[in-house]
Protein backbone atom coordinates (compact mmCIF):
# COMPACT_ATOMS: atom_id res chain seq x y z
CA UNK A 1 0.00 0.00 0.00
CA UNK A 2 3.03 2.64 0.40
CA UNK A 3 4.15 2.12 -3.20
CA UNK A 4 1.20 3.65 -4.20
CA UNK A 5 0.76 6.82 -5.61
CA UNK A 6 -1.71 9.58 -5.28
CA UNK A 7 -3.15 13.13 -6.39
CA UNK A 8 -1.94 14.37 -9.66
CA UNK A 9 1.75 12.45 -9.37
CA UNK A 10 0.52 9.77 -10.44
CA UNK A 11 -0.59 11.54 -13.92
CA UNK A 12 2.40 13.24 -14.06
CA UNK A 13 3.55 12.33 -17.98
CA UNK A 14 4.35 14.17 -20.63
CA UNK A 15 1.75 13.06 -23.03
CA UNK A 16 -1.01 13.95 -20.57
CA UNK A 17 0.10 17.64 -21.05
CA UNK A 18 0.73 17.37 -24.46
CA UNK A 19 -2.86 16.29 -25.59
CA UNK A 20 -4.73 18.47 -24.18
CA UNK A 21 -2.24 21.50 -24.44
CA UNK A 22 -2.57 20.52 -28.37
CA UNK A 23 -6.74 20.84 -28.05
CA UNK A 24 -7.32 23.90 -25.71
CA UNK A 25 -5.81 26.12 -28.14
CA UNK A 26 -8.55 24.46 -30.83
CA UNK A 27 -11.40 25.23 -27.98
CA UNK A 28 -10.25 28.64 -27.34
CA UNK A 29 -10.56 30.38 -30.70
CA UNK A 30 -13.90 27.98 -30.94
CA UNK A 31 -15.09 30.04 -27.78
CA UNK A 32 -13.41 33.28 -28.59
CA UNK A 33 -14.75 33.71 -32.20
CA UNK A 34 -18.35 32.50 -30.66
CA UNK A 35 -18.55 35.06 -28.27
CA UNK A 36 -16.54 38.14 -29.56
CA UNK A 37 -16.39 37.72 -33.64
CA UNK A 38 -18.90 39.91 -34.76
CA UNK A 39 -20.66 38.36 -38.16
CA UNK A 40 -19.58 35.04 -36.39
CA UNK A 41 -21.12 32.47 -39.51
CA UNK A 42 -19.52 29.17 -38.25
CA UNK A 43 -15.70 28.60 -37.43
CA UNK A 44 -14.71 27.08 -41.06
CA UNK A 45 -16.16 30.16 -42.34
CA UNK A 46 -14.67 32.13 -39.92
CA UNK A 47 -11.15 30.89 -39.93
CA UNK A 48 -11.41 31.09 -43.99
CA UNK A 49 -11.65 34.55 -44.25
CA UNK A 50 -8.76 35.37 -41.13
CA UNK A 51 -6.03 32.41 -42.33
CA UNK A 52 -4.23 33.90 -45.12
CA UNK A 53 -3.83 37.60 -42.39
CA UNK A 54 -1.80 38.63 -39.87
CA UNK A 55 -4.71 38.58 -37.96
CA UNK A 56 -5.08 34.44 -38.04
CA UNK A 57 -1.47 34.90 -36.48
CA UNK A 58 -2.37 36.82 -33.89
CA UNK A 59 -5.37 34.74 -33.05
CA UNK A 60 -2.96 32.01 -33.08
CA UNK A 61 -0.48 33.43 -30.07
CA UNK A 62 -4.16 34.89 -27.83
CA UNK A 63 -5.21 30.79 -28.19
CA UNK A 64 -1.62 29.94 -26.47
CA UNK A 65 -2.69 31.77 -23.22
CA UNK A 66 -4.75 29.17 -21.70
CA UNK A 67 -1.81 26.67 -22.34
CA UNK A 68 0.38 29.21 -20.38
CA UNK A 69 -1.87 29.46 -17.38
CA UNK A 70 -2.25 25.63 -17.05
CA UNK A 71 1.58 25.70 -17.13
CA UNK A 72 1.66 27.89 -14.10
CA UNK A 73 -0.31 25.78 -12.01
CA UNK A 74 1.39 22.59 -13.04
CA UNK A 75 4.51 23.99 -12.01
CA UNK A 76 3.49 25.17 -9.00
CA UNK A 77 2.70 22.15 -7.92
CA UNK A 78 5.39 20.30 -9.43
CA UNK A 79 4.16 18.55 -12.06
CA UNK A 80 7.01 19.06 -14.30
CA UNK A 81 5.94 16.93 -17.00
CA UNK A 82 2.79 17.68 -17.93
CA UNK A 83 3.67 21.10 -17.33
CA UNK A 84 6.21 20.64 -20.37
CA UNK A 85 3.92 18.86 -22.67
CA UNK A 86 1.78 22.04 -22.43
CA UNK A 87 4.84 24.04 -22.80
CA UNK A 88 5.73 22.28 -25.87
CA UNK A 89 2.42 21.97 -27.48
CA UNK A 90 2.56 25.85 -27.22
CA UNK A 91 5.61 26.15 -28.64
CA UNK A 92 4.30 24.52 -31.83
CA UNK A 93 1.41 27.03 -32.04
CA UNK A 94 3.70 30.08 -31.31
CA UNK A 95 6.20 28.95 -34.17
CA UNK A 96 3.24 28.42 -36.50
CA UNK A 97 1.78 31.45 -35.28
CA UNK A 98 5.41 33.57 -36.19
CA UNK A 99 5.19 32.19 -39.97
CA UNK A 100 1.41 33.89 -40.23
CA UNK A 101 2.83 37.94 -38.86
Known sequence: MDNKKYGLKRFNHFIYGFIPGIIMPFLFIWI?????????????????????????GK?????ILPNLMFVFLFYK?????????LMVSGILYLMVSMFML
Open 77 to 85: TDSFKIATG
Open 59 to 63: LLIIS
Open 32 to 56: YLSRLYPGYDGILNSLKQLFPGVLF
